[in-house]
């Protein structure tokens, strides 16, 4: 089974960061994560059903907020793998997830004990 960034609780933290304008949040970020546990930007798409042409989209909007490329496409669809920089990204982003969720967990308790 695929790992869920996406929190899909009635109660939770969904992650949205802007660089230099651009939107990396979780959506992305979960297509992200699956072109590096698959190798291939299609098999990422189709675990998310959607088309190849939005997950490449979509990816490309990572790549717009930075200089550093954070995707290797190999030549002849012979399929896709995170540079460093893009798994030092994933990483940072996973780290980040993993503390906001903890925190938002006691927010939500206290803010729960109000109601």
Known sequence: MKPRLMNQDENGVRVK??????MIGAGK??????????GSISKAA????????RANMLLNTIQEAFEKPVLIKNSGNKG????EFGLEL??????????????????INWAQSKQ
Request: charged fraction near 15%.
């Open 46 to 53: 189709n675990l998310m059903g959607m088309s190849f042409s």
């Open 17 to 22: 960061i802007y660089i230099s304008g651009h």
């Open 29 to 38: 970020m979960e297509l992200f994560n699956l072109v590096n546990q698959q």
């Open 80 to 83: 896709t793998k995170l540079t």
């Open 90 to 107: 994933l990483e940072k982003y996973l780290k980040l997830c993993e503390h906001l969720t903890s925190e938002s967990k006691n927010f």
